[in-house]
């Protein structure tokens, strides 16, 4: 079984992480029911995303790769 911490860190069994689907980096969150804690993996939700609607909407129409060149920018061949 695992155990508590001295910082109140507590390793996930791999089992757990696995059905949970928990990778490196995940956020998780705890809910509690009386007694209870449940221990569930974080998704992104919709308010998340909807920040990044539209933020390409300027590009709208433009060839990809031409919006590949213009982040890239002109070559500095005159380096080294």
Not at 74 to 79: F, L, M, W
């Amino acid at each position: 079984m695992p155990k508590v911490t001295s910082k109140g860190q507590v390793t996930i069994p791999q089992r757990i992480r696995s059905i949970l689907c928990i990778k490196s980096g995940d956020e998780i969150s705890f809910e509690i029911d009386g007694p209870k804690v449940f221990l569930k993996r974080k998704t992104a939700s919709m308010e998340n995303l909807k920040k990044y609607v539209g933020f390409l909407a300027h590009l709208e129409g433009e060839k990809s790769d031409d919006i590949i060149d213009a982040l890239r920018g002109e070559a500095d061949d005159s380096i080294g």
